[in-house]
T-cell receptor, first 110, second 120 residues
Framework: VMTQTPLSSPVALGQSASISCRSS???????????LSWLHQRPGQPPRLLIY???NRFSGVPDRFSGAGAGTEFTLKISRVETEDVGVYFC?????????FGQGTRLEIK | QVHFIQSGAEVKRPGASVKISCKAF????????LHWVRRAPGRSLEWVGW????????KYSPKFQDRVTINSESSANTAYLDLRSLTVDDTATYYC?????????????WGPGTVITVSS
């Protein structure tokens, strides 16, 4: 089970946001990798990959986005929030079967 | 440019079945696992299953195991999701997705989604 907090995050433009994701079991795979990703979904669009394997930023993702963590605790940080960052953020684990997602965190501009 | 195109929206009665498709362009299905993920209104993302088109191997979430089939036509570079015994709880947008460049769990390619509405 993947538990995200907070479920809603109102943030002022230019400020930072942080989203936590806790797994009910460790996410280190037998091959040594930790398969924890972060996705962003805007209304009416499919999800898009931001971060993979905890902290690797996908190509084209601004360096305002950073991922960190280990074991069962992971964090996505968004620095200098912009209007395009609104939407829902999901953590996803693919270490264990079945693949599971967090509940989602809705980022909004206040 | 690599992308997926999915079939159009469907409206079904409870108890019916639905089959939707996902066609790849600029990308060979046989290269990676092809996943199906859904998102119901107001809910989170939910993984349905995957197919390895090279070997015809599939893996399904236990939640859907009894009523889902994923298959593919390699010659058409198309995958299909067949979901049976529909209930109103199956109302959702269904996405095909794949990890094409960064390996396991890094779903970097997503289809636009197919809306399935189940209503009496």
């Amino acid at each position: 089970v993947m538990t995200q907090t907070p479920l809603s995050s109102p943030v002022a433009l230019g400020q930072s946001a942080s989203i936590s994701c806790r797994s009910s079991q460790g996410l280190v795979h037998s091959d040594g990798g930790t398969y924890l990703s972060w996705l962003h979904q805007r209304p009416g669009q499919p999800p898009r990959l931001l971060i993979y394997k905890i902290s690797n930023r996908f190509s084209g993702v601004p360096d305002r986005f950073s991922g960190a963590g280990a074991g069962t605790e992971f964090t996505l940080k968004i620095s200098r929030v912009e209007t395009e960052d609104v939407g829902v953020y999901f953590c996803m684990q693919s270490t264990h079967f079945p693949i599971t997602f967090g509940q989602g965190t809705r980022l909004e501009i206040k | 440019q690599v992308h997926f195109i999915q079939s159009g929206a469907e409206v079904k009665r409870p108890g019916a079945s639905v089959k939707i498709s996902c066609k790849a362009f600029g990308y060979s299905f046989s290269s990676h696992l092809l996943h199906w993920v859904r998102r119901a209104p107001g809910r989170s993302l939910e993984w349905v299953g995957w197919i390895n088109s090279d070997y015809g191997v599939t893996k399904y979430s236990p939640k859907f195991q009894d009523r889902v089939t994923i298959n593919s036509e390699s010659s058409a570079n198309t995958a299909y999701l067949d979901l049976r015994s529909l209930t109103v709880d199956d109302t959702a947008t269904y996405y095909c997705a794949a990890g094409t460049t960064k390996g396991r769990g890094a779903f970097d390619l997503w289809g636009p989604g197919t809306v399935i509405t189940v209503s009496s």
